[in-house]
């Protein structure tokens, strides 16, 4: 999935990891985030000039559908 020019504001405050780092944030809502890549459902996004990675369980906090875990 590429979605290099799609910017996203934010619909709720979520925890992200940074990257490569992997220290813990709050991105807050309304923020305009960039999405870079998205893989096994967790999203990299660019926000404020830093790479941060919100897992597929916060993925509506994007607008995104959150897919479901399969067993």
Do not use: C, F, W, Y
Not at 37 to 50: A, D, K, P, R
């Amino acid at each position: 999935m590429n979605n290099n020019d799609q910017r996203i504001r934010l619909l709720r405050d979520v925890e992200a990891n940074m990257v490569p780092s992997g220290d813990k944030v709050t991105l807050a809502e309304g923020n305009l985030v960039q999405i870079t890549q998205s893989l096994g459902g967790n999203h990299t996004v660019i926000i404020n000039g830093n790479m941060a990675q919100i897992s597929a369980e916060d993925a509506d906090a994007l607008g995104l559908k959150i897919k479901e875990k399969q067993t």
